[in-house]
């Protein structure tokens, strides 16, 4: 199993911008595909990015395209979620999420295909 520990998480005006780290530990990132999801309370914990092994697939939420971006270094262990022109409904607990794949090309959108997970980073957009 692998380790997911997000950072950069705050609080930030309408308009601005974060980048969210999800630093990996335990194993390397190579051969797992990477996600974001986000959550707010009540509400279920839904897909916003993903990224393949081999970086060379992404996949946004159609609410994120545009605005955010999915990257990876895999020689720090590290996924990125840059994310830009932030909107108030952008307002969740952000987690990454891994999961071991032998395709390189291969993104998941769905969280029941995800069984590493780490423990969320809040970001909160005021008006």
């Known amino acids: 199993q692998v380790q997911l520990v997000e950072s950069g998480g705050g609080l930030v005006q309408a308009g601005g911008s974060l980048r969210l780290s999800c630093a990996a530990s335990g194993r390397t990132l190579h051969s797992y595909s990477m996600g974001w999801f986000r959550q707010v309370p009540g509400k279920e914990r839904e897909f916003v990015a993903a990224?393949?092994?081999?970086?060379?697939?992404?996949y946004y939420e159609d609410a994120v395209k545009g605005r955010f971006i999915i990257s990876r270094d895999n020689t720090k262990n590290t996924v990125y979620l840059q994310m830009n022109s932030l909107k108030p409904e952008d307002t969740a607990a952000y987690y990454c999420?891994?999961?071991?794949?032998?395709?390189?090309?291969?993104?998941?959108?769905?969280?029941?295909?995800?069984?590493?997970w780490g423990q969320g980073t809040q970001v909160t957009v005021s008006s």
């Open positions: 999420a891994a999961r071991y794949t032998y395709s390189p090309a291969t993104t998941y959108r769905s969280r029941y295909e995800y069984d590493n």
């Open positions: 990224m393949s092994w081999g970086g060379t697939s992404t």
